[in-house]
Structure formats: structure tokens, C-alpha cells
């Protein structure tokens, strides 16, 4: 019998999925491997009965340039109960099991490493390798070195966001646009550099205050309000859904909000629409203030995850999935593939990500000390500052209320 490989996909989809299966599934079958993709993630692996498929070369061809993920996807997260009563260890020891390749965030990660020592302590070892993944780019990687899937998500976000200023320039309207960015404002903020966006809001900014429903709400009216003082009475804000983390019960139960959580305790976000939510926040606000504001709400979620991957996740999700290979011949296990912008490849161990005290991987938040980012509040982003203070009196009463640097407490 041929011995065999295993490859998954957790979580969420990201642009370039089926590039690092393709690439995994090409590689090992060059070897002489045989290649099983298992359907529904670690599902399969606790189910007498997993939906799998043999990977041929032909199909790895049909699918690697592809958005979405070939392999249905899970987020199933096996309880200690699981292990213990339905673990499928047949599923190994019949087919030849080799390697097990899980394509995930952190959680992926973490439960492909419980596998690993589950079938050691069965007396089947195998190694596992795990590649990366998030369009949020939060992931710890060293620096300069983006979660894959992040590109081609800020590239499509970028052109619907750029579309959606366009329209605001033309009709004379604001928008209101909520990214993805469970834990970080990377894609936000990628998104509102890219297309010169007035206003910004990430749960980084918020460094020295914590962060309100009242705030984030006042920071896009500031915009407002410094944009009409310019004769401009248009413009978009995007703001990043991880402000929503951050929020304490109080505020989340005063905004009306009603979240449920999924298996790893994470408000399922994707059930509510953000930016509609802000966007009635925002126009109560202005209709308070007697500003004459028409405003729209965009949300960037689900529109973005199955983008077509651009050609910088074409070619780095392949050097990942022969990357898998290299380590595994390397004799690498328990590991994260890792490859620099130089193409070298490097394994990454969780134990070396992980929090000392939590054992949780801590997530990569967007610089804010940053030349980058500095330049971008200081040259893009339009807002109150004391010099408005008195233009900005035939619009609101309290102008220091809207002061950007206030509302933050960055003075």
C-alpha cells in the first residue's frame, strides 16, 4: 500500500485554499504518495464514516488557481469526549497515514497538534504540518510577512470600497463600510489606505481609551463635520468589526446587539451586518446634531473570503504547499510552514507562538507606531483639531467633543 497523505481545511475560507491543496496535493503525488482530501474539516476524523476524495494530478491542476476551498469546510472543534469515544484512529491505520496537513488559523492548529499526540499516545505516530491562514492578517508570522489570503481580500475589498467612494462622490452621500478583523484592524485599515477613505476606525486606535459605541460613532461624525468645513459633503468611513470585541456587555446590551457564539466561543459576527448597525447609529447621531447627512452601510464580509486569489497568493500559497513537502522530507513535525519574501522555508512552532501563561497564540495587531500608519492619520484621514474649532461651531456646539485626538485621548 502506498503511503498516504491527509489534508483539511478549518475555519473559514481565504483566497488561496485550494492553491496550497493543489500545490500540497501535486508535490506528494510527484513523490508517489497518494493524497486523501477530507470533506467537512476535522469532522471527518471523529465520524465512523468520513466523506473523503483521492486527489489526483489532474484535479489538483483543476483546482489550485481557484477562490473558495475544494474541500468543504468546518469549524468543528473536538471535545476531550471525542478523543476519547469517536476518534476515527481506523481512518489512519488502514489508509497508510503519513502526514496529516491542516490548512486554519490558530484553532486548526491547535487541534491538529492534540491529534498528533492523541495517535502518539495510540501508538501510531504521524507528523502534522500546519500552513496558515486569514484574510485578517492577525496571525504572528515574522515581521513583514502577511497570513495568506490577507492580499487578495484587501485587493477585492479595495475595489468595492473604491466603487462605493465613487458613488459617494457622485451622489453626495456618505457610506459607512464595516470590514472583517475579528481581532486586529489590518484589513480595515488596508482597505481605507488603499482608497483614501476620510475616516478609519480599528480596535488598535483605542490604545488609550476604551472603546464606546459613542466614540466610534463621534469619530465618523468628526470626519463628517471636517469635510463640510471643506466643502466636501461626501465621504466614507470603514471601521473594522473587531471594535465589537472590545466592547464591554454593557455597551453591546445598550447598542441593541444580540450576538451568538460559535464551538470556539467567538461572537458569530457574520449573523449581524456591522455597517448597518453603525450606519443607524451614525445617522440618529447627525439627525441630532441637525447636520443633513444621507448615509448608506456596506458590509465587506463573505463578498471577500471566496475572492479569486491575486497572483501574490497564487505564487506564495504554492511556495507554502511545497513547502509542506520540503519540511516532511525534512523530517519537520508539529510545525507551521513558513516562508520569508526570499523563499526561504522555515517551520514555525506553536510552542514558540503561544503565550507562556494562556497557551493561546496572541494576535498580530496593526502597528499604530508605525511611520505607515502615522502618515496615514496625519495626511488621509480628515477630522477634527482645535484649528477647526470655531468653523466648526455653525455645526455642532462643542467641537472639542469631535476632536480626533480627544475622542482617543491621544493628547
Known amino acids: 500500500m502506498k503511503d498516504a ?19 500540497v496535493a501535486k508535490t506528494f503525488i510527484h513523490h508517489g504518495y497518494r493524497v486523501i482530501g ?18 489526483n494530478y489532474r484535479m489538483a491542476d483543476g483546482i489550485f488557481n481557484q477562490g473558495g476551498s475544494f474541500l468543504q469546510m468546518s469549524r468543528f472543534k473536538p471535545t476531550p469526549e471525542d478523543f ?46 500546519h500552513v496558515p491562514k486569514t484574510i485578517d492578517n492577525d496571525l504572528p508570522l515574522p515581521v513583514g510577512t502577511p497570513t495568506f489570503g490577507y492580499e487578495s481580500a484587501k485587493d477585492k475589498g479595495a475595489v468595492i470600497g473604491r466603487a462605493v467612494y465613487v458613488d459617494a462622490r457622485t451622489s453626495g452621500n456618505w457610506f459607512v463600510l464595516a470590514a472583517m478583523g475579528r481581532s486586529a484592524g489590518h ?33 465618523v461624525v468628526s470626519s463628517i463635520i471636517k469635510r463640510k468645513i471643506m466643502g466636501m459633503d461626501y465621504g466614507a468611513a470603514v471601521i473594522s468589526e473587531g471594535v465589537f470585541h472590545a ?39 447627525v ?23 491575486i497572483a501574490y497568493d497564487l505564487t506564495y500559497c504554492s511556495e507554502l504547499g511545497l513547502g509542506v513537502y520540503q ?17 526561504k522555508v522555515s517551520p514555525l512552532y506553536l510552542k514558540d507562538l503561544q503565550d507562556p501563561t494562556t497557551g493561546k497564540i496572541p494576535p498580530r495587531l496593526v502597528d499604530i507606531t508605525s511611520d505607515k500608519f502615522k502618515m496615514v492619520i ?34
Open 84 to 129: 476519547e469515544n469517536n476518534f476515527n484512529l481506523k481512518f489512519f491505520t488502514e489508509n497508510n497515514i503519513k502526514l496529516l496537513v491542516t490548512v486554519g488559523g490558530d484553532d486548526t492548529a491547535s487541534t491538529a497538534n492534540r491529534i498528533a499526540k492523541f495517535l502518539e499516545a495510540k501508538k501510531y505516530p504521524i507528523a502534522n504540518i
Open 5 to 23: 497523505v491527509a489534508i483539511l481545511t478549518g475555519g473559514g475560507p481565504a483566497p488561496g485554499m485550494n492553491t496550497v491543496v493543489g500545490s
Open 187 to 219: 484589513l480595515a485599515f488596508g482597505i481605507g489606505e488603499a482608497c483614501h477613505y476620510p475616516m478609519i476606525v480599528i480596535p488598535e486606535m483605542f490604545n488609550k481609551t476604551e472603546i464606546t459605541v459613542d466614540k466610534i460613532v463621534k469619530l
Open 287 to 309: 439627525k441630532a446634531l441637525g447636520l443633513k447627512v444621507k448615509s448608506r452601510p456596506v458590509e465587506l464580509g463573505y463578498e471577500i473570503r471566496c475572492q479569486t486569489p
Open 378 to 411: 496625519e495626511n488621509i484621514i480628515n477630522s477634527i483639531t482645535p484649528s477647526d474649532y470655531e468653523a466648526a461651531k455653525q455645526y455642532v456646539p462643542n467641537p472639542e467633543e469631535y476632536d480626533f485626538n480627544k475622542i482617543l485621548n491621544w493628547n
Open 247 to 285: 466592547l464591554s456587555n454593557e455597551e453591546i446590551a445598550n447598542s441593541g446587539i444580540h450576538f451568538t457564539y460559535d464551538e470556539h466561543g467567538h461572537p458569530e459576527l457574520g449573523k449581524v451586518s456591522k455597517a448597518h448597525i453603525f450606519n443607524e447609529l451614525i445617522e440618529k447621531h
Open 327 to 343: 519540511l516532511f522530507s525534512e523530517g519537520k513535525t508539529g510545525c507551521m510552514v513558513y516562508v520569508n519574501s526570499e523563499g
Open 38 to 55: 477530507l470533506h467537512e474539516g476535522y469532522t471527518g476524523l471523529f465520524n465512523p464514516e468520513p466523506r473523503t476524495v483521492d486527489i
